[in-house]
């Protein structure tokens, strides 16, 4: 007993240790700025699924790259734009949403596991991709991450009035003349470049921690456009930062510590929220009784 | 640039519109003025929200023009201010009543949704306009269906538009709300001299400001005053079947209509008393 808990929270050396991954760290943070905001709309969008569908195939671009020695990040920023895309096009209807969803999932799944079988090198590079490696990633890298992680941001503060607009009142916006089909094509890429960059910190599999349980958590509490992308990003870094500190010592993968964060932060937004007065919620659910 | 009073808001010629074998309206022409209040009515399934969508540029007409002021319709406008249904969204949608309003004058710019105090000004005075300064700041999601609806009215005339299309906004509404709805709608129509396109599947909300109606049924429409149109030979010619319309105490009520219409008003008709 007394092993596991040495190896799940190891404290020797960790001055030295916090050196090494410093600008893990920093890129860490910058990723949970990336999913704390892009989150909010995910969620708005109704989007968490494709959120899943994408990383998976953003997952077989990754072990692909893996495999021919090509750079990790492009693949898998490939392999998601491509369901990003797919997506956007072809499931403009929830329903059809979800089926392609579904459809992409396993495929892009069983396509990353071939690649991966097929990888003679390290074993551990491998399971970084479906649980999460950041500590590995090399700096050339990093940097292409943050640069990524730089463009999504920029790309969601130019767009994010009409954006916002388009996500929760599409029938309005359409008929103000906003492209809600452009805007929304755009928001599948800026949605599949976020998927990119954060597999390379929690992996394929856990995606969706840092991308939709933060904005989830906060919309469970507040209600106020400034204060949802606002908690939802502090949701996302204190994930990351935290996750990342606490997996340093043991040599574990840090998604395990990640996605423990943040589910906790969303247990506790629900119980929160959960206190908050309903009354306003009643009358507005009065029934439909006007129909014959 | 200054148009006439008079001059045509909205305008089909010869408007056809139909999917595969099935004609919904054929050789429809309209003017539509500024400031006039057109109530769209009819059954289910006859083109009234199809009607909608061609005036949006969402919907091509199967031959014949259709003009938004002066120019061939394209896909939505800022001239045009939109009341759709009320909805339910999602607890927690981070949406307060005053970025709704907002989203009505400024949605359609880049950037992040930080406005200065000449837009809360702004609307703060369309706010207290539609009577809405006292939820200015709730959550839509916590809004019931009448100050919801107030909101949109407030939405869509913030941007001031030349039209104002309104797809069944009283639908789910108590009828102390549609009353104060409808009212509303007619009032910021007088102001700004906008005109009005009302769907709805039941006149009598409106039945007070209505100037014109266009009656969708069977294939065929009719156009004219309430009077000249909500008459009971005229809805069983379009109907083919005896139909018969009743006034009451200014209320019409159709009887012998096939489809929803008839029935739709009896279910209505405790209401009498006010």
Not at chain 1, 261 to 282: D, E, H, N, T, W
Not at chain 2, 169 to 187: G, K, M, T
Not at chain 2, 250 to 266: E, K, M, Q
Request: charged content about 15%; some cysteine; hydrophobic content about 50%.
């Amino acid at each position: 007993m007394n092993d596991i808990w040495g190896t799940l929270f190891n404290f020797d050396n960790y001055g030295e240790l916090l050196v090494l991954v410093q600008n893990s760290i920093y890129a860490g943070a910058l990723l949970g700025v990336v999913g704390g905001l892009i989150g909010v709309f995910v969620m708005q969008r109704d989007l968490p699924f494709a959120v899943h569908g994408i990383s998976e195939l953003s997952f077989a671009g990754a072990s692909a790259a893996l495999l021919f020695g090509a750079n990790v990040v492009i693949g898998s920023m490939l392999g998601s734009l491509v369901a990003a895309m797919l997506i956007g096009i072809l499931g403009v209807r929830a329903r059809d949403r979800n089926s392609i969803i579904a459809v992409l999932m396993p495929f892009g799944l069983g396509l990353g596991i071939l690649f991966l079988a097929l990888y003679p090198g390290r074993s551990a590079n491998k399971f970084g991709l479906l649980t999460g490696q950041i500590v590995s990633v090399d700096n050339e890298q990093l940097g292409l991450l943050v640069t990524i992680s730089v463009v999504v941001i920029i790309g969601l503060m130019i767009m994010w009035r009409p954006l916002s607009f388009a996500s929760v009142d599409a029938d309005v916006a359409r008929a103000r003349g906003l492209n809600v089909t452009a805007i929304s094509i755009a928001f599948m890429v800026l949605l599949g470049l976020a998927v990119a960059v954060s597999i390379q910190i929690v992996g394929a599999l856990l995606v969706l921690s840092l991308l939709v349980t933060p904005a989830a958590a906060a919309m469970r509490v507040t209600a106020s456009p400034l204060l949802t992308p606002l908690l939802s990003v502090v949701f996302a870094v204190v994930s990351i930062v935290g996750g990342i500190l606490l997996a340093l010592g043991g040599g574990l993968p840090i998604s395990p510590f990640v996605t423990t964060i943040s589910f906790l932060i969303y247990v506790v937004c629900r119980i929160v929220g959960a206190r908050k007065p309903r009354q306003a919620r009643l009358t507005a659910g009065r029934p439909i009784t006007l129909r014959s | 640039m200054p148009t006439t009073e008079t001059a045509s808001v909205l305008s089909l010629r010869s408007a056809t519109l139909s999917f595969g074998d099935r004609v919904l309206w054929k050789n429809l022409n309209l003017e539509l003025r500024a400031g006039e209040f057109l109530a769209v009515l009819g059954p289910n399934g006859t083109g009234k929200t199809s009607l909608l969508k061609t005036i949006l540029g969402q919907q091509r007409l199967t031959s014949g023009t259709i003009e938004l002021l002066g120019a061939p319709v394209t896909r939505g406008s800022r001239e045009i201010g939109y009341i759709p249904q009320q909805k339910m969204l999602e607890q927690g949608t981070p949406l307060r009543a005053r970025d709704l309003v907002a989203f009505g004058i400024n949605g359609h710019r880049w950037g992040l949704p930080i406005g200065g105090a000449a837009l809360r000004a702004q609307v703060d005075e369309v706010l207290a306009s539609v009577g809405a300064t006292e939820f200015a700041n709730t959550p839509v999601s916590t809004l019931s269906g009448g100050e919801q609806q107030r909101v949109r009215v407030g939405q869509a005339i913030a941007g001031s538009p030349r039209v104002l299309l309104c797809d069944e906004p009283l639908l789910s509404l108590d009828l102390h709300q549609q009353r104060a709805v409808s009212d509303l709608i007619d009032e910021k129509r007088r102001e700004l001299t906008t005109a009005v396109v009302f769907v709805t599947h039941d006149v009598n909300p409106i039945l007070g400001m209505v100037d014109r109606v266009l009656y969708l049924a069977g294939g065929m429409f009719r156009v004219g005053t309430p009077d000249e149109v909500l008459r009971s030979e005229v809805l069983s010619y379009m109907y083919d079947t005896p139909v018969e319309v009743i006034r009451s105490r200014g209320r019409i009520i159709v009887v012998g209509a096939p489809d929803g219409y008839g029935a739709h008003d009896h279910d209505q008709h405790h209401v009498g008393g006010h």
